[in-house]
């Protein structure tokens, strides 16, 4: 029965591919990726998928084979009929292993492929924020430390600041999470083959999960590999091994990353109690970690008011707080949360979640209870779901996937350690590879290449997608970025303009379509959005200094030169400010006023150019002062 239906269920998915390949939308994005490829792509993929429902659908009309019965690891029956416990076989260690000749070749495929856009989650950002200094420490504070890190090595060997550069810490978190994802199959699947452990290998690698390793800009790459080390020490726990207290420190590190590693919490219960210990001795460790992780958040720089950020963004989205723009796009019971969590489901572990519901169809209910470790990994995809179930936030579903990506993980490495597919005849194995390869290749297509990335990033911002405000004006600001980036300023208007229109209390809009008209010498029309960005409350110092240009240009030079001085007063960091009010001064009518301003510039900054040049055209040597 489990192959039958595992064989019509791949059937379904695959039918709903197909049809999403012809009309793709937003309510569909979860399956409608290969329709954003060219013809021939689509068609090779398409093909892929339905040879893999045929292999599937071969193997489960053969009849089984006989095979002898072993021993099971639950023990043996007694004489007296009761059953003995058997000493599972502790798992082999797998560092001196063949797999691990893979993941170098693992890494340049990612490298290779990745992503060449930023517009899922939140890469955009966090590229300005590399790009211009560090980020704070919001939810994932560890995460932040870790990037900036990164680049301090990065350019301190004289790599460009790019996204080729920022791509190699995924690919990195990813050959590491490839490697912890064959320890913890090692504890989950004890005695199991290697030929088998392969195969779940390789569909884990296969997940649309692992798209975050593929040059993903974001915390999630490095908060995930802290997720999956927490996972592989938490089975090993289970069965005795390692320090009792080693797990809570995992888990406290893993919170530190990400705050979403919270959820992770049951599991550490579950695997506290199955252990062996003293009442006392437990009760230290359940709370250990809710110890160490406040240490941990703190002595990353995130400070305890921080620490509910998170939590009111979440109320806010609930409607009991941060206003109607944070209000969440519909309700927790609807059709259309049930749609969007069957498309993340479907987006990032497609073939877990076929092998899980066949396997579940198989069982028909008669789940017997597991092993302490089977227990730990239940544990944590349940509270991880539950999450998903639960979470509604403001952003569009489809470009924060990677939140719930994370919340899946757990669930779909228990869905392939559960299914007993994994023992099927060979070309049964093979079609499951090749359906989840199928399935990645899609995403991984899509995203690999500018043309179809904006497009389907279009199709989700569509007038009838089922966006918040917030949301919506996120996502047309990050295309008016990518444009402004590349210098096509027409359309980095538009979507300015859109976005401003999706979020009119939003100060940021209007300093970008201010910046955007400035930029192509509409100074007029720039003025009053750059004042209306100052009006809401902005607090970055660019919309003073681009008003400051933009009456500049105007010939309003007292009024260009008190922005200069404002922007000074947020920032003594950056030469241009009191380089331009010297420009401005000099340009009133107060040359000396200027020249003193210029000569403290280069005081401080001896390499700006601009002064030196400004000096010495306006100041040249043996000229009279004035």
Known sequence: MGAWALAVLAGLYVAAVWAA??????????????????????????????????????????PPATSVRRETPRGRRTPKGRREPMQRPRPKPGWGQPWLFLLPLYGVLLYLLRVRTHFLGDGGVWMNILLGGGPEPFSEPLSGRAWVAFRDIARAAGWPMNDA???ILPVLCGVASAALSWLLLEEAL???????RAIAWALFLTMG?????????????????????????????????DSPWLLGAALALAVGFHLIAIVLYPSYVVAVVRHEGTPGAKTARLVAPLVLAPLVLTAAGMRPAQWLRPFETVAGAAGTAGGATLMRPYPILSLLHATDIA???????????????????????????????????????????????????????????????????????????????????????SSLIALSAASLLAFVAVNAAEEPSIARYKVLLA????????GRGYGHSMLSEFYEDRGILDSALVYA??????????PRYWLREGTILYNQKRYDEAIPKLEESIRRGTSRVAAHYNLGLAFARTHRYGEAAAEF??????????????????????????????????????????????????????????????
Request: net charge positive; aromatic share 8%.
């Open 165 to 167: 550069t920022f791509a």
């Open 565 to 626: 001085r404002t922007a000074m007063a947020m920032d003594g960091t950056n030469p241009e400010d009191p380089h331009h009010l010297a420009l401005m001064l000099y340009d009133s009518g107060y040359p000396d006023s200027a020249r003193t301003m210029w000569e403290d510039v280069l005081q401080r900054w001896p390499t700006y150019a601009l002064t030196a040049r400004a000096l010495a055209r306006r100041f040249p040597p043996g000229a009279p002062a004035r």
């Open 463 to 470: 007038p009838d997608a089922t966006v918040s405000a917030y």
């Open 21 to 62: 390949t012809s009309t793709p939308g937003p309510q569909n994005w979860g399956v409608h990726l290969a329709a954003f490829l060219s013809p021939g792509k689509q068609h090779a993929l398409i093909a892929l998928m339905v040879a893999s429902v045929a292999g599937l659908a071969l193997a489960a009309s053969r």
């Open 190 to 196: 004890p005695g199991v083959s290697p030929k088998r």
């Open 209 to 241: 999960f692992t798209q975050i390793y593929y040059g993903y800009v974001e915390s999630y790459p490095i908060a995930s590999v802290a997720i999956m080390g927490y996972l592989w020490l938490a089975l090993r726990h289970a069965r005795g091994g």
């Open 343 to 429: 498309n993340a489901l479907l987006l990032v572990a497609p073939v877990p979640l076929l092998m899980g519901l066949a396997w579940a169809l198989e069982k028909r209910g008669r789940i017997r209870p597991g092993r302490p470790a089977t227990e730990v990994l239940a544990a944590a995809a349940v509270a991880g779901l539950a999450a998903l179930f639960a979470l509604v936030l403001p952003v569009a579903p489809a470009q924060d996937w990677d939140l719930t990506a994370v919340l899946i993980l757990p669930a779909a490495v228990a869905a392939i350690v559960a299914a007993q597919m994994l023992d099927a005849p060979r070309v049964r194995a």
């Open 497 to 506: 303009d859109l976005a401003l229109r999706s979020e009119p209390t939003n």
